[in-house]
């Protein structure tokens, strides 16, 4: 299971198991996390079927993981990769990322400041000289441990594809709304369709929240929410490319009243 159907950067970079970014999407492992998505994206479809045709779902289906997985992953590189060594990546290419974060880990765990990153990573013919001080070690122990556990974190779940439609149809009352079909069923719709996303927007701000306590000690947030919104994203953008194609707003019956 998490070979083949968990996403992680780890799996992604070190194990080149690419088609993890699709398969982790369709995989969970808990039964009520599966009932949820399923009740969702089936409600979702049924109510999205007269403006979402069959070849339009299957675009979601297929770009709507991948887009999801990459600005997940890249997320975990923004919020947890030490900066350490990206600087040192930056100015020294040939330095192996994930080789470096490991060893520096291993080391700083241990107690000793360069002596494994200088011997696996070849430091001394980068010309790299690494000065560690005995009060910054547990400042960066605790950066790469973090780095070290979200670089292994397996994520997996449809959510991204299920706000994916809500993106899509939130899009579509939006548009309604614009064109003067403002009623209380539009306005209710429009607020569940966004419901998730806002929360997702609120806990990007919730600094000193226990999901950030957390991730000081390298667990971090169990919710995705870079996988969330890139998911509501393609939906929103997946209407209007789909409006600019057919160039037609289609009404619904509850939206005429």
């Known amino acids: 299971m998490k070979r083949h159907f968990a996403l992680s950067w780890d799996g992604i970079t070190e194990k080149k198991r690419l088609w993890t970014m699709w398969t982790s999407h369709f995989s969970h492992c808990r039964l009520e996390h599966l009932t949820e998505n399923l009740l969702a994206f089936m409600s979702l479809g049924y109510m999205l079927q007269k403006i979402l045709p069959v ?38 290419p040939a330095l192996d990322w994930g080789s470096f974060c ?21 430091l001394e013919q980068l010309g790299i000289e690494l000065e560690t001080t005995t009060s910054e ?42 064109s003067g079909m403002w009623n209380p069923i539009v306005a209710i719709g429009l607020g569940l369709l966004t419901f998730q996303p806002a929360m997702d927007i609120t806990s990007l701000n919730s600094n000193g929240s226990p999901e950030y306590e957390e991730a000081r000690f390298g667990m971090g947030p169990g919710v995705d929410v870079a996988g969330h919104l890139s998911g509501f994203g393609c939906g929103v953008l997946s209407y209007l490319a789909r409006y600019r194609v057919l160039g037609k707003l289609i009404t619904p019956a509850f939206a005429k009243w």
């Open 137 to 178: 070690m547990v400042s960066l122990f605790e950066r790469y441990q973090r780095w070290y556990h979200e670089s292994e974190r397996c994520k997996l779940g449809m959510s991204a594809i299920t706000l994916s439609l809500q993106g899509f149809g939130a899009t579509w009352f939006i548009h309604l709304g614009a």
């Open 102 to 122: 490991y060893y520096r880990f291993l080391e700083l765990r241990s107690g000793l400041k360069n002596d494994l990153t200088a011997r696996y990573c070849g």
């Open 55 to 92: 070849a339009w779902l299957g675009a979601h289906l297929l770009f709507v993981p991948l887009v999801a997985s990459s600005t997940s992953l890249t997320d975990v590189f923004v919020s947890y990769g030490p900066e350490e060594a990206k600087s040192l990546c930056k100015q020294y």
